[in-house]
């Protein structure tokens, strides 16, 4: 009897039959496919929602860039006129002002004698106190006199050549003497007017 069980229990199991081991790994496979297939649907998912967020974006940004470069330009624009226009009315009131200056530099010497006298007199100091009020006005709104010191190198730029002379101790292209002050706007390279120089040789 022993000998029947130990023949028993040597016998080979049928290879058709599935034993409790495999059909967990059947299992497991199974539930490994539906998973892996489960990620591929829920990554295409993703991928498409990603893209078409993406496009969202991009189209938002574009739209919002194109609007920022049209309100730059249009701001450039208009900066660009109002400096035009400023640049405009301070050239107008400098001129002015330096007019004023001529026609007062110019004012006779002697004047006449008796009421005609008094009333001229009378009359140039009314312009002599609005010509200074013209300046004051001139000197709040940032235009100042600029100099071209002597023996500073001469810039067409910056200078107006009005004639040529040799100077001894000097090279070629200096300063050598302001014929007439130019006018500046707040710093030297925003020149009005230009001083009028004589340069060397």
């Known amino acids: 009897m022993n000998d029947d069980f130990k023949i028993s229990l040597s016998a080979p199991a049928d290879p058709e039959l599935p034993t409790m081991g495999m059909s967990s790994v059947y299992r497991l496979f199974e539930a490994f496919i539906a998973l892996r297939e489960k990620n591929e649907r829920q990554h295409k998912l993703f991928e498409q929602t990603q893209n078409r967020a993406r496009d969202s974006l991009q189209s938002s940004f574009n739209t919002f860039a194109g609007d920022t470069q049209k309100a730059f330009q249009s701001l450039r624009q208009e900066i660009l006129g109002e400096k035009k226009f400023s640049l405009t009315l301070l050239n107008v009131i400098l001129d002015l002002g330096i007019e004023m200056n001529h026609i007062l530099d110019s004012k006779p010497r002697h004047l ?55 100077v001894d ?3 070629a292209l200096m300063i050598a003497e302001t014929k007439e002050k130019g006018y500046a706007s707040q710093q030297p390279e925003f020149i009005l007017r230009r001083p009028k120089v004589i340069v060397t040789e």
Do not use: C, F
Request: aromatic share 6%.
């Open 112 to 166: 006449p004698t008796g009421a005609e006298g008094e009333a001229l007199e009378s009359w140039l100091k009314s312009l002599d106190v609005q010509n200074r009020k013209l300046w004051d006005d001139i000197r709040k709104l940032g235009i100042n006199l600029y100099e071209a010191p002597v023996g500073t190198p001469y810039n067409p730029a910056l200078h107006e050549r009005v004639g040529s002379t040799r």
């Open 169 to 171: 101790g000097l090279p």
